[in-house]
């Protein structure tokens, strides 16, 4: 079965540091363009952060800019997101997602709903002292 596999997260104080990664499982990232995504009950999932497979380049919300990294490791077909300065506005179920049938840009990847795309199990990250 082709699909996103997410590790990393858990609970770390405000200020402290954590890492998500995302893995292909059915097929490699190639060229494809992968998004983080968070989601708290009662809101919609929220695009956090796009890295491109064509060129690196990166998209951010505003609201994680200086704090959130993507990056991606072609040589192990993963793509990570450095969570620093974590706030208690962060927590979340983070998501990773690609579209591999869509078009590569991160403007397009950004606009992903879950009814669409390749979606990673979600991660809980808990923000708390």
């Known amino acids: 079965q082709e699909q996103l596999v997410q590790s990393g997260g858990g609970l770390e104080q405000p200020g402290g540091s954590l890492k998500l990664s995302c893995a292909p499982s059915g097929f490699t990232l190639d060229y494809y363009a992968i998004g983080w995504f968070r989601q708290v009950p009662g809101k919609e999932r929220e695009g956090v952060s796009c890295?491109?497979?064509?060129?690196?380049?990166?998209l951010y919300a505003d609201s994680v800019k200086g704090r959130f990294t993507t990056s991606r490791d072609d040589d192990k077909d993963t793509v990570y997101l450095q969570m620093n300065s974590l706030k208690p506005e962060d927590p979340a179920v983070y998501y990773c997602?690609?579209?591999?049938?869509?078009?590569?840009?991160?403007?397009?990847?950004?606009?992903?709903?879950?009814?669409?795309?390749?979606w990673g199990q979600g991660t809980q990250v808990t923000v708390s002292s």
């Open positions: 997602a690609t579209d591999r049938f869509g078009p590569l840009s991160c403007d397009h990847v950004f606009g992903l709903t879950p009814d669409f795309g390749s």
């Open positions: 890295i491109s497979g064509t060129d690196g380049s990166t």
